[in-house]
T-cell receptor, first 111, second 114 residues
Framework: RKEVEQDPGPFNVPEGATVAFNCTYSNSASQSFFWYRQDCRKEPKLLMSVYSSGNEDGRFTAQLNRASQYISLLIRDSKLSDSATYLC????????????FGTGTSLTVIP | DVKVTQSSRYLVKRTGEKVFLECVQD?????MFWYRQDPGLGLRLIYF???????EKGDIPEGYSVSREKKERFSLILESASTNQTSMYLCASSASGRAADTQYFGPGTRLTVL
C-alpha cells in the first residue's frame, strides 16, 4: 500500500472556478503535512504546510483530518498560473522523519 | 534565497558506465536527500544524509551509493548504470529542527541510460 495516495487527475477547470484536491495517507504516526507545487519540467516547491486547525493562504485553503488520515487543498478563483501538478507530502516520526510524496494531481486552468 | 544546484540538467550514459550526480546547496543545511521521479510513481527516496560523512538508505537504494564529504555537497553514484535507472533525479536539502519541514529542491537531472 502506498504511503500517500492522490487522485492523479487531470483536472481541467475554467478560470475563476473552485477546485479541490484530496489526499490520504496510511501511516497514523504522520505528523507533518504539506502541499508542494511542481510546474512542468521544474522542481517541486513548497506551496503550504497543513496544520491541524486548517490554514489559508490567499486563494488556497488546506485542511487536515487526522481521524480519517485525509488532507485536502482548495483553490478558489483559479488563475491560469495555477496550472501545475500538486503533490501531497507527509512526514512521519516512526520512519526516520522521511518525506513521502504522492504521485501528484495535475491541474490545468483553461481560459 | 536557498539555492540547490545540480551538476547537469541532462545526461546520457551507456549501460555499465559509472555515473556521478553532484548536488550543492549554499544555505548550510544539515539534511540532504536524493530522489528519483518517475511517471505514476512520484518521488521516491534513494538516500539521505543528516550530517557530513553520514548516510541513510531510503526506500530504493539498490544500485546506488552516495558520498557526503562536505556539508554543502551530496553526491549520488550509479556504480554500473542500467536502463531501469533512466529517470529524473532530484536533490533536496533542508535545515534541522523545526525548519526541517521545508525541503528545497534542485532543478533536477534527467538521466537517460542507453
Amino acid at each position: 500500500r502506498k504511503e500517500v495516495e492522490q487522485d492523479p487527475g487531470p483536472f481541467n477547470v475554467p478560470e475563476g472556478a473552485t477546485v479541490a484536491f484530496n489526499c490520504t495517507y496510511s501511516n497514523s504516526a504522520s505528523q507533518s503535512f504539506f502541499w508542494y507545487r511542481q510546474d512542468c519540467r521544474k522542481e517541486p516547491k513548497l506551496l503550504m504546510s497543513v496544520y491541524s486547525s486548517g490554514n489559508e493562504d490567499g486563494r488556497f485553503t488546506a485542511q487536515l483530518n487526522r481521524a480519517s488520515q485525509y488532507i485536502s487543498l482548495l483553490i478558489r478563483d483559479s488563475k491560469l498560473s495555477d496550472s501545475a501538478t500538486y503533490l501531497c507530502v507527509v512526514r512521519a516520526s516512526n520512519t526516520g522523519n522521511q518525506f513521502y510524496f504522492g504521485t501528484g494531481t495535475s491541474l490545468t486552468v483553461i481560459p | 534565497d536557498v539555492k540547490v544546484t545540480q551538476s547537469s540538467r541532462y545526461l546520457v550514459k551507456r549501460t555499465g558506465e559509472k555515473v556521478f550526480l553532484e548536488c550543492v546547496q549554499d544555505m548550510d543545511h544539515e539534511n540532504m536527500f536524493w530522489y528519483r521521479q518517475d511517471p505514476g510513481l512520484g518521488l521516491r527516496l534513494i538516500y539521505f544524509s543528516y550530517d557530513v560523512k553520514m548516510k541513510e538508505k531510503g526506500d530504493i537504494p539498490e544500485g546506488y551509493s552516495v558520498s557526503r564529504e562536505k556539508k554543502e555537497r551530496f553526491s549520488l553514484i550509479l556504480e554500473s548504470a542500467s536502463t531501469n535507472q533512466t529517470s529524473m533525479y532530484l536533490c533536496a536539502s533542508s535545515a534541522s529542527g523545526r525548519a526541517a519541514d521545508t525541503q528545497y529542491f534542485g532543478p533536477g537531472t534527467r538521466l537517460t541510460v542507453l
